[in-house]
């Protein structure tokens, strides 16, 4: 009987082990599937932090169709600011855009052939009708021809930090369409991005040039209006809330569409101050069919997500101190130690109720300590002496778009109170007290040793 309940107890051991052992991967699996996103590849990220709070796939690199163009926005919104392209600066149309551009097949707005444009028509559409012949006159315009933009494109991917990436041409369409003038690759290639690298370039848009949500949030615009050319175009993304699928606070940003890639679409929105951005590639319905509706289908899931389940949280207040690490040691300074405290706060995005998940963590600089982890006056207010930082009390790890992403979670901590250095006099008399404790110490040991 004794065997038989010693050899009971020995398999349910075991079996709670295996169990505990399996835990790790049965979460991360539940973590990956929660929304059951129906898509090749989908993420969902913190617009401010580039914190990711759903991914599926999120580094499989697949085709972008004209979620390209947020590159060539990108480049284009960057030479204006720097001066090399105005507004008003007119483009003559070349024969290979003027061929692309009389394709209705392919989203375009019509361009004469002896046509003359300014840049912000041609841009607004590219942003709001995802207008494919107007983008490769932007293409052209700032760098001369579509194959130095797309050399521009690609070094710029590796600039922002992107890193399964590759553009072959400006506008996100299969090569066959450019009408046999490919600007590189192969007559069959696309671009391709992983959904990750895409939110990062999505991202980096956004933060940095924020005037293009104006543009990419018009629902409806007339392409020369008043004239025989005007072209009524109204936003692909149907997402905004004056079109058909409207979501609450969505403002942006592109989608795209071939049979390469699938639906696509790469979407933000903003409500009560929290921005979230998002990507689907290749969505499908909950038939495994691929429609129009999809991409924003699964996308409206991944926002319900967002704003539903996370808050912005203040974790450390700003002139926050660690317990039991509220001051520093100094050397040669009038006093032998230094208060020091959080600069700024740290805000971050996280989960309903798990705030008391997370504690601070003080980082001090070593290059500002001496051997005996002292720091040496004379000490400024003010003056940084190391950083603080957030972890997981449970040992789960902050996952960002890149590792840029945990500066976001990181304040300075600096001196809170000056340290004069001490005169001659008193470090003097400090050594001299130093020898002789030290002298005393040693007789005092000898004399325990006696006896």
């Known amino acids: 009987m004794k065997k038989t309940l010693y050899r009971k107890s020995i398999a349910g051991f075991l079996a709670l082990v295996m169990i505990l052992g399996l835990l790790p991967g049965i979460h991360k699996a539940h973590a990956e599937d929660i929304l059951n996103i129906n898509a090749d590849a989908a993420i969902l990220v913190d617009a401010e932090t580039g914190k990711i709070l759903y991914q599926k796939n999120a580094d499989k690199v697949l085709g972008i169709a004209s979620m390209t163009k947020m590159m060539t926005e990108y480049l284009l919104l960057e030479a204006v600011e720097k001066g090399k392209v105005k507004w008003d600066q007119e483009y003559a149309v070349s024969e290979y855009v003027w061929k692309v551009s009389q394709d209705r097949n392919l989203s375009n707005v019509p361009l004469r052939r002896d046509g003359k444009y300014n840049i912000r028509e041609l841009y607004e559409a590219m942003a709001i009708y995802s207008a494919n012949g107007a983008t490769i006159a932007i293409a052209e315009t700032i760098a001369g021809s579509e194959t130095n933009f797309v050399k521009m494109m690609n070094e710029k991917a590796a600039e922002l930090g992107l890193k399964e990436y590759k553009f072959v041409n400006s506008s996100g369409l299969n090569n066959r369409d450019l009408k046999g003038s490919p600007p590189?690759?192969?007559?069959?290639?696309?671009?391709?991005?992983?959904?990750?690298?895409?939110?990062?370039?999505?991202?980096?848009?956004?933060?940095?040039?924020?005037?293009?949500?104006?543009?990419?949030?018009?629902?409806?615009?007339?392409?020369r209006e008043g004239t025989d050319d005007e072209i009524k175009m109204e936003n692909w993304n149907w997402m905004l809330?004056?079109?058909?699928?409207?979501?609450?606070?969505?403002?942006?940003?592109?989608?795209?569409?071939?049979?390469?890639?699938?639906?696509?679409?790469?979407?933000?929105?903003?409500?009560?101050?929290?921005?979230?951005?998002?990507?689907?590639?290749?969505?499908?319905?909950?038939?495994?069919?691929?429609?129009?509706?999809?991409?924003?289908?699964?996308?409206?899931?991944?926002?319900?997500?967002?704003?539903?389940?996370?808050?912005?949280?203040e974790i450390v207040p700003a002139n926050y101190q660690v317990k039991g690490q509220k001051t520093v040691p100094v050397t040669k300074g009038k006093e032998d130690k230094v208060k020091i405290s959080s600069k700024d706060a740290i805000e971050m995005v996280m989960r309903n109720g798990e705030k008391e998940n997370f504690k601070p963590v003080l980082v001090l600089d070593k290059k500002k300590l001496n051997e005996n982890g002292e720091l040496t006056a004379p000490i400024k207010k003010g003056e940084k002496v190391g950083y603080l930082t957030i972890e997981s009390k449970e040992g789960g790890k902050l996952e960002f778009l890149s590792d840029k992403g945990k500066d976001n979670i990181q304040v300075d901590v600096v001196a809170a109170e000056s340290v004069e250095k001490a005169n001659w006099f008193v470090l003097t008399m400090r050594s001299i007290g130093g020898f002789f404790g030290d002298l005393w110490g040693s007789v005092s040991s000898t004399v325990k040793g006696w006896f």
Request: glycine share 10%; hydrophobic share 35%; charged share 25%.
């Open 241 to 313: 809330p004056e079109l058909v699928y409207g979501y609450e606070g969505a403002d942006g940003l592109k989608t795209g569409t071939t049979d390469f890639a699938g639906y696509c679409f790469t979407g933000t929105a903003m409500r009560d101050g929290s921005r979230y951005i998002s990507v689907v590639m290749n969505a499908k319905g909950a038939n495994g069919q691929a429609t129009y509706k999809s991409r924003f289908d699964e996308t409206k899931k991944m926002f319900d997500f967002g704003f539903t389940n996370f808050t912005k949280e």
């Open 184 to 223: 590189a690759g192969g007559p069959e290639d696309e671009n391709v991005m992983s959904a990750r690298d895409t939110a990062i370039l999505a991202r980096e848009l956004i933060n940095r040039f924020p005037e293009v949500l104006e543009t990419a949030s018009t629902p409806r615009k007339t392409f």
